[in-house]
C-alpha cells in the first residue's frame, strides 16, 4: 500500500510574525520557513507504518513555491521515498490544493492519505475534509492513533466527550492531532541520502486544475496589544470586575 503524505511550508513555529508595512499580508522575506508541525506528525505516522509492513511507499507531496523543495527533502531526510511539488506562488487556496492532490491521488492510487488536520499559518482544518468530499473516501479527522491492516483503518479521535473510535474501510484519508506521535529528527546520513532521493516537479497547468483564487485578502493587521492585568485585595472585588468592567458573568 502506498501512502500519500501533503505537506505544507510555514513560518517557523518559533518565529514572531510580523505584517507587511502595507498590510497586504504577513512577511515572508527573509523570514526562517519550516515544515508545518502537523505535517512533520503525519509524515512520521506515514514512516512508522512503512516500517512496520503495512506500508510499501511514503509519498510527500507539497503545493507551493519553488523554495518548498527545501521542506520535501527535510521530508525525505525523514524517511520518505520520494516527492512532488506541484509549484504554484503564491501558494493556492484549501480548495484548490484539494483539486490538486485529487489528481495526485488519481495518478498515484495511495491506499492512505495522510495529512496534518490543520495548518498553524491559517489554521483552516479544510483540505482533508474537501479532498475527502472531492475523491468520496471515508475520512477519520484529528486522529491521536492510528491502526491500519489489510481490511481496515482505525482511528482513536477527540471528541468533546472523550474519545471517539471509528473504523475506515481503505482507501481512506486521515488528518492527524498533535497526540499521535513524536517526529525524529533527521539525521546527517540521511539528510545527504535525500538529495539523491527522486522529487517530481509538477504545476497546476499540467494537472488540468485552475488555482485561480477565489477570495481576496482586504487587509491584515496586527491584534490590539492586550492591556495590562490589575491586581485585586479580594474575591469580593474579583467578582465584581468580572461582573462590571469585564462582563464575562
Known sequence: MK????????????????????????ELNNVKMAMNPFCEIAVEEAIRLRESGHAEEVIVVTVGPAQSQE????????????????????????????????????????GLVLLGKQAIDGDNNQTGQMLSGLLGWSIGTFASRL?????????????????????????????????LNEPRY??????????????????????????????ETIRVIDPPARAAGARVTSAQELVDKLRNEAKVI
Open 71 to 110: 521542506t520535501l527533502r527535510t521530508a525525505l531526510a525523514m524517511g520518505a521515498d520520494r516527492a512532488i511539488l506541484v509549484e504554484a506562488d503564491p501558494a493556492p487556496e484549501p480548495l484548490a490544493v484539494a483539486k490538486l492532490l485529487k489528481a495526485i491521488v488519481e495518478k498515484e492510487t495511495p
Open 186 to 215: 533527521a539525521s546527517l546520513p540521511n539528510i545527504m541520502k535525500a538529495k539523491k532521493k527522486p522529487l517530481d516537479m509538477l504545476t497546476p497547468e499540467t494537472l488540468g486544475v485552475d488555482v485561480s483564487p477565489r477570495l
Open 147 to 179: 491502526e491500519v491492516d489489510d481490511a481496515a483503518v482505525r482511528v482513536t479521535r477527540e471528541v468533546d466527550g472523550g474519545l471517539e473510535n471509528i473504523e475506515l474501510v481503505p482507501p481512506a484519508i486521515v488528518t492527524v492531532d498533535l497526540r
Open 3 to 26: 501512502v500519500l503524505v501533503p505537506i505544507k511550508r510555514v513560518i517557523d513555529a518559533n518565529i514572531k510574525v510580523r505584517v507587511k508595512a502595507d498590510e497586504s499580508g504577513v
